[in-house]
C-alpha cells in the first residue's frame, strides 16, 4: 500500500494543513490565515495548486484601482508583484515566497492603500526588502501580526543592501560575528578581495570559516 503523505502543520501560501478528515480519496482538513476551515484533496496539496481558501482573488485585487491614481505608480507595482509571488503558482518567484510558506500580512494583503501608507514613497533606485528573510510581509501593527507576534519586517534598501540580505546569500562567522561573504570581503580583517576565493575554500578545500578570512592569497 502506498504510503499516504503527512501535511499535518505544513503550510501552504496562507493555509495550514490540519488533519486528514476523509480517506479514499484523502481530503485533508485545512486553516486559512482569514479563519476559514475547509477540505482539501490531498493532490492539491502535494501539487502546490493550493495556496487560499479562495478568500484572495488575485485577480480581483490586481484589478482594484485606488482613486487617487497610484495605481500607476512604482509602489502599486511593488504591491503586486508582491502578491503574485506569494499567491500564484504560476509566478517564477513563487517557489522562494509563498512556496516556502512566505505570507503577506491581512492588512496589506488586502489593501494597496494601507501598505502605501505604512511604506511610505518608494526611494529612487530601492527595491522592498524583507528584514528577516525567512519572516513574512508584514506590518506589524495589524491583528494578525498583532496575534502572531510578527514584527515590521519591510523596508526600502539600494539593490545591493537587497542581494546581501537573500537567503542564498553566503554567510560566514567569524571574530564572534555573522556576514554574507561579500561584506567579508570588505572587512578589513579580510585578506581575500572576491566572493568566489572564499566559496571555494570552503567548499572546495574544506577550510572552517575564519580561516578561510584571514588566510592570506598564495604569491
Not at 480581483?60 to 504591491?79: C, F, I, V
Not at 506589524?140 to 514584527?151: A, D, F, T, V
Request: charged fraction near 30%; hydrophobic fraction near 30%.
Amino acid at each position: 500500500m502506498r504510503k499516504m503523505n503527512d501535511f499535518t502543520g505544513k503550510r501552504f501560501g496562507i493555509v495550514v494543513a490540519i488533519r486528514v478528515a476523509q480517506r479514499n480519496p484523502v481530503r485533508w482538513e485545512c486553516l486559512c490565515d482569514c479563519g476559514n476551515t475547509f477540505l482539501v484533496h490531498s493532490a492539491r496539496l502535494l501539487r502546490g495548486i493550493l495556496t487560499n481558501c479562495g478568500c484572495l482573488d488575485l485577480s480581483h485585487r490586481l484589478r482594484t484601482r485606488s482613486k487617487d491614481g497610484r495605481s500607476k505608480s512604482t509602489e502599486y507595482n511593488t504591491w503586486s508583484s508582491m502578491l503574485k509571488r506569494c499567491y500564484n503558482p504560476d509566478n517564477r518567484d513563487f517557489r522562494h515566497y509563498g512556496g516556502r510558506g512566505i505570507v503577506i500580512c491581512k492588512r496589506w494583503r488586502d489593501s494597496f492603500d494601507a501598505f502605501s501608507s505604512d511604506m511610505g514613497k518608494k526611494p529612487k533606485g530601492c527595491v522592498i526588502d524583507r528584514e528577516k528573510t525567512n519572516g513574512h510581509y508584514s506590518c506589524g501593527k495589524c491583528p494578525q501580526c498583532i496575534e502572531n507576534g510578527w514584527p515590521m519586517n519591510c523596508r526600502w534598501v539600494d539593490v545591493r543592501t537587497s542581494v546581501r540580505n537573500r537567503r542564498v546569500s553566503l554567510m560566514l562567522t567569524a571574530f564572534g560575528e555573522t556576514k554574507c561573504a561579500s561584506e567579508w570581503v570588505e572587512d578589513p580583517r579580510c585578506m581575500v578581495s572576491n566572493v568566489q576565493t572564499l566559496k571555494s575554500r570552503l567548499q572546495r578545500v574544506g577550510w572552517d570559516h575564519e580561516r578561510a578570512i584571514v588566510t592570506p592569497p598564495l604569491r
